[in-house]
């Protein structure tokens, strides 16, 4: 089973409340932060000024809190221990991608410092 292929299932059986929820907090919130970070590094790298820095600022790092891809992989690989022990479980290529990304979104975020980001934006600043 997919991550899209979860919500789909859970909405076809009656949780709509809850697909919206696991898809938001485990793709589409990682996915808007990921392009928040793209929006913000981009421009202040190459020093340069765009009116969306503060709106893009504003916005990451409101929303940083709720991206809990790390959590969601956890409670994954707790699953698959249990699960283990009841049935063979087979680790493909998907679980590894997301795995990957996982380690690399948290390597993202917490090596992105919220001072450092405003200083540069008032500095780049007209």
Request: charged content about 10%; hydrophobic content about 55%; overall charge positive.
């Amino acid at each position: 089973m997919t991550l899209p292929r979860t919500a789909v299932k859970l909405y076809e059986d009656g949780y709509t409340a809850l697909a919206v929820l696991v898809l938001s907090v485990i793709a589409v919130v990682p996915a808007l932060v990921l392009c928040s970070i793209f929006a913000l590094a981009v421009p202040l790298r190459q020093s340069q000024w765009r009116p969306w820095l503060v709106p893009s600022g504003r916005f990451l790092f409101a929303l940083s809190p709720w991206a809990m891809a790390e959590v969601f992989i956890i409670g994954v690989i707790v699953s698959l221990v249990k699960i283990g022990s009841m049935a063979h479980v087979i680790l493909g290529a998907s679980f590894w991608s997301y795995v990957g990304f996982v380690i690399c979104f948290t390597a993202a975020l917490s090596s992105l410092d919220r001072l450092s980001v405003w200083r540069e934006i008032e500095r780049s600043s007209p």
